[in-house]
């Protein structure tokens, strides 16, 4: 047996026990995961400084604080995440208990990604902790010492059997994939991403793909262009471009490209210095293999700004390209690096059918000074996440979901959005084995009479709050001791009772009352959407209100 499988078989084990549901014990695991990120501080950072040479601040900055945060709010929401969810009722279900109950999936596998190693293992892991799962980690070989971190720590603040850590590379991941999981959570590239959903689809395993692809940035000409091309230089350059959702490329206005250009220049050294390869703050492209990959993508292209590289240290200098054609290979496959591609158009319309003809993004970004303008963009094309007038910011936003769709993944996560995507939202109805003469009406024989019954309780939808349903339960009661009394007073049968009969109720207090609304509720004036009661001797209209002379039921 591999030790994949040992690993993914110990965690169903210890899922079947139902340790892992009870929110007590999640809060332990949570809080531990805490302990983890601030007292492993250091050695996370000492790894990510080895694999894409982060700065002692950039590490927090960008990797530990959104988790910290991540953890923070599930630790404050999870009981009201994990309670019932109450929801609308009709008629036909008013006196039933209707909810969601979310439940644990079972066991995740939980693929990560090597740019934001921690970031993107850890935060789908804090989901699928608050939801009551197992789950195996699986970090990226490619960020070596992030993985080791992950492998030699983790186990030592969190459940070993129901949390396993496996490294490894491709076999490892080959054969994890074929195990059988409750849900696979992916990040990053569509390529893998097929593969993993080939992989899934023979289990019927659900997955949440966080992929990546070309996200356009277009610039108005009537925005800030040295505030836009300030925040983008940041978007682009942040961890040398290695970012799913940083902006791939540019579409402006040609007659804005050159200030583009000298905006980004100024950005540049604003953030950098004069030679970027001598900042802290300026990372290095992973390997050496996706260093030949970005450098191979500005054949045949002009560049502007930047080009410099050295191929023993991954160092690609923050890089600018102008005039490129939409058939220029860097404009054929995401980026990821610091190359950025500028592209011509000359409307906002024009860049609108330019992201239209290719796949969908994770994030589309839109720079101007006309709000119109942005909506008109957000409306007319699609993509993952949008942001305008800045760049990644939604990502840093625990209550928008954040995942991509068509091209660019499916499934979201980040705050209550990971909690739902790795719980089951089960559906529960409870209904008492009383008031059995309310059933009639879906018993056959079905007539003319019990489907107008039957609609009038399934289409009319009741959405009342804890008041409203005391308050409702309170009218009925009063209603029912009513018809009670007139039943005590006159023994023979009502008119009413009479007809509640005749559509095959029986004539017991709550089918009368229910028979009796039902009558008002088919008497609504639909032009107006007033209520106007029947005119009878026993009945005086004040307003829109029918007060029962006789004390009947008004």
Sequence with gaps: MSREKQAVDRARTAFKTGRSKPLEFRVRQLKALQRFITEREKEIAEALKKDLNKSQFDTPMYELLGLEGEISLSLEKLAEWAAPRHVEKTLLTI????????????????IGAWNYPLAVTIQPLIGAIAAGNAAVVKPS?????????????????????????????????????????????YTGNSAVGRLVMEAAARHLTPVTLELGGKSPCYISPDCDLSIACRRITWGKFTNCGQTCIAPDYILCDPSIQDRVVDEIRKSIKEFYGADPKTSPDYGRIINQRHFGRVMSLLDGCTVALGGESDESQCYIAPTVLRDVSPDAKVMQEEIFGPVLPILSVSSADEAIHFINEREKPLALYVFSADNKLIKHMIAETSSGGVTANDCLLHYSVSALPFGGVGNSGMGCYHGKHSFDQLSHLRACLIKSLGMESMNKVRYPPITAEKLRWARFFILKRVNLGRVGRLALVAVLAVLAAVVLQVRTREPSMSPLEQEACSVGLCCDCSSVVLYEIYLRFDKLNHNSGRYLPPQTPNHRTEGDVCLPLDGGIA
Aim: net charge negative; hydrophobic share 40%; proline share 8%.
């Design 95 to 110: 006196s039933d208990q209707v909810y969601i109950q979310p439940e644990p999936l079972g066991v995740v596998l939980i």
């Design 141 to 185: 070989e490619v960020s070596v010492h992030t993985a080791r971190v992950m492998e030699d720590f983790l186990p030592l603040y969190l459940d070993k059997e129901l949390y396993p850590v496996v490294t490894g590379g491709v076999p490892e991941t080959q054969e994890l994939l074929r195990q059988r999981f409750d849900h696979i959570f």
